[in-house]
């Protein structure tokens, strides 16, 4: 286990790790991108799997349905830009997806964990989600994220972050 997952996983208040990172539609985005308005940070295990596909499904419907008063939404794995676009196309997702192949920002969230299947462990993400305010600080934080539901929860507590 490296040294950035061993540390405190942060929390409401702190401040979003500093990121640069290829993604699908943006080309990059950094923590510095996002400021300015909320944003939805969330973190997925593997693309184009079932509970993967899910997830970043029901973040582009609420996308859909807000239109233009719908916050900023990037999904987060350390799959390869080029698996992430193929992802992006095949699930008509718009909204970035970021190619974190070194786990800077998986593992500045602590969300590089010790996971097992059928008596085996590994290391992989923990499905989490993080709601960032405007001027870069983490706001809510959902870890072992159950998808149902979960994609409507975020964007209601991002509009009550955004204010009327």
């Known amino acids: 286990m490296s040294e950035a997952s061993q540390t ?3 929390g409401e208040g702190d401040r979003l ?3 640069d990172l290829p993604a ?3 080309g990059r985005v950094s923590n510095a991108s996002l400021q300015g308005r909320p944003a939805i940070v969330f973190l997925y295990p593997k693309a184009d799997t079932s509970g993967c596909t899910q997830e970043a499904r029901e973040f582009q419907a609420e996308l859909d349905r807000l ?3 719908a916050p900023v939404v990037i999904g987060v794995s350390r799959d390869t830009p080029k698996k992430l676009a193929a992802f992006a196309a095949k699930a008509d997702l718009r909204f970035p997806l970021v190619s974190d192949s070194e786990g800077v920002l998986v593992e500045g969230l602590g969300s590089w964990v010790e996971k097992s299947m059928y008596g085996r462990t590994y290391m992989g993400i923990d499905r ?4 960032v305010d405007a001027k ?3 706001a809510r934080v959902w870890r072992k994220v159950k998808i149902p ?3 409507a929860a975020v964007v209601k507590a991002a509009g009550e972050l955004a204010g009327p």
């Open 8 to 10: 405190a996983h942060p």
């Open 17 to 19: 790790p500093d990121f």
């Open 24 to 26: 699908t539609v943006a």
């Open 67 to 69: 239109g233009d008063a």
């Open 128 to 131: 989490s989600t993080f709601l």
């Open 136 to 138: 870069g600080r983490i």
């Open 149 to 151: 539901g979960h994609a």
